[in-house]
């Protein structure tokens, strides 16, 4: 099950945390991955790593934050790589503050990457899919953007976006044998959490009903079954990965 052999996926932000766990997984489950992100050491890297292990990858330096020079990056693709049947909306960043002292260059550097350069990608890999009339778009938004973060304007409304994006998107191209979900994140084990002091990941953890931090893995597991066949009557769908801190 879950097997995406003969598929090429690319994932967004994929040179670390959430994103390079979803490259692994859906490599290990046979797609040729487009790793794409700013770091091309690093996707470098994990290309290197994954190819050791028996899969296909192919780092794709790209930078979401400038949409206008998506389309041109994606014809640098080699041709066995350049049809994507699946695509992961997962690169973000966050300029945290409250909306008082949130600058506006804050702002829009946060929806500029989170959302709008997921629109920039996902309308160029689309036009492939539709032609093929089998396709996956799966963006990783995060349950902030369902319940909302005091210091978090920006990123919630990013966040918040996708899921509207999404749901559209799911309406607009049902009929062309393509469905587009999300995956929604709660506070998952990554470089960033693991700066918290004890005490704040102690309350933050408190508020989680399984009482823990997720792993990259959940999200990862997450993306590759509405990647697969098996969910291709899903569409328009928000799966809620937060172990019960949203519910």
Do not use: C
Not at 151 to 172: M, P
């Amino acid at each position: 099950m879950f097997r995406l052999d003969g598929k090429t996926a690319l994932v967004t932000g994929a040179s670390q945390g959430i994103g390079e766990a979803v490259a692994r997984l859906l490599a290990a489950q046979g797609a040729r991955v487009v790793l794409a992100a700013r770091s091309a050491d690093r996707l470098a890297a994990l290309a290197a790593e994954i190819a050791g292990a028996g899969g296909i990858a192919h780092p794709l330096t790209l930078d979401v934050a400038q949409p206008e020079s998506v389309a041109a990056r994606l014809k640098e693709l080699p041709e066995e790589l350049a049809a994507i049947d699946v695509l992961v909306n997962n690169a973000g960043i966050t300029a945290d503050n409250l909306l008082l002292r949130m600058s506006l260059a804050d702002w829009e550097r946060v929806l500029r990457t989170n959302l709008t350069g997921a629109f920039a990608l996902t309308r160029e890999v689309v036009r492939g899919m539709m032609r093929r009339r089998w396709g996956r778009v799966i963006s990783v938004s995060s349950v902030v953007g369902m319940m909302g973060n005091a210091g978090q304007a920006n990123y919630a409304a990013a966040k918040a976006g996708l899921i509207g994006f999404s749901k559209s998107l799911a309406r607009e191209l049902g009929s062309r044998g393509i469905t587009v979900n999300v995956v929604a994140p709660g506070l998952i084990a990554t470089a960033m959490t693991a700066d918290l002091p004890a005490a704040s990941l102690a309350e933050l953890t408190a508020g989680i009903a399984l009482k823990r931090l997720g792993q990259v893995g959940d999200v990862a597991a997450a993306v590759l079954y509405l990647a697969s066949e098996e969910a291709g009557y899903v569409t328009g769908h928000v799966l809620n990965v937060s172990g019960g801190l949203y519910i």
